[in-house]
């Protein structure tokens, strides 16, 4: 099932995810409060309860009033991440910013933060991404040449693409016979993760 997080739970439920293991016990909100650079512990508080709510944390039972993660959320068979929306495959299309939680096995992902995007298009189909795939991606901003990464073209439109970059020039590469590379000024490109898994559903 999908669950609509506002940008600051999902900030926070992100956080949890990559930090948890670097406290020596299940946090506190105050220590989350000043892990998060936060002033207000009543805010932090009620964003804190929306997760609760969601069953994505729960707190501990203890005089502490630590929190850690559901155990639906932290188990080997996969975590949540951020469902941001669709994709090109094809010519660039508007990026959309559309989050949603989707539960994604640990081997489709890294350990370092991801979020899932869906496929619009046929030029990846020579890679075996067909359109309607969701795709797994890990969030960065450098790429080596030959990775299928996502890049922002002029700073609004998303395209997913084999990246080759040369002194001057960044090529997009397409996995279709029928499509040409599109090429462009470094300036003009901005990655903003590289393909790691995917994800497909048979009807």
Same mark, same amino acid.
């Given at each position: ?76 068979? *996969?975590?949540? +991440? ?5 994709? !090109? ?5 508007? &990026?959309?910013? $559309?989050?949603? /939680? ?65 002194? *001057?020039?960044? +090529? ?5 016979? !029928? ?5 462009? &000024?470094?300036? $003009?490109?901005? /990655? ?12």
């Amino acid at each position: 099932m999908s669950l609509t997080l506002t940008r600051r739970q999902q900030e926070i439920y992100d956080y949890l995810l990559s930090n948890l293991d670097s406290f020596p016990h299940p946090p506190t909100l105050d220590e989350l409060c000043s892990a998060l650079g936060l002033s207000s512990k009543g805010s932090l508080h009620k964003q804190i309860q929306a997760l609760i709510d969601a069953g994505l944390v729960e707190p501990m039972n203890n005089r502490r009033r630590g929190i850690r993660l559901s155990e639906d959320n932290s188990t080997d068979e *996969g975590h949540g +991440i951020p469902f941001l929306g669709y994709i !090109a495959a094809g010519s660039p299309i508007e &990026a959309v910013e $559309q989050r949603e /939680i989707v539960q994604v096995p640990d081997y489709l992902r890294t350990n370092k933060p991801c979020y899932v995007l869906q496929v619009k298009g046929e030029s990846m189909i020579d890679e075996g991404i067909l359109d309607g795939d969701q795709i797994i991606i890990e969030q960065r901003d450098h790429a080596r040449n030959g990775e299928i990464v996502v890049a922002l073209v002029e700073g609004s439109d998303a395209t997913l693409k084999r990246i080759e970059q040369k002194q *001057g020039c960044v +090529i997009l590469h397409p996995a279709n016979a !029928a499509m040409k590379p599109m090429k462009f &000024a470094p300036d $003009q490109i901005q /990655i903003q993760g590289v393909l790691v898994g995917q994800m497909r559903r048979y009807h």
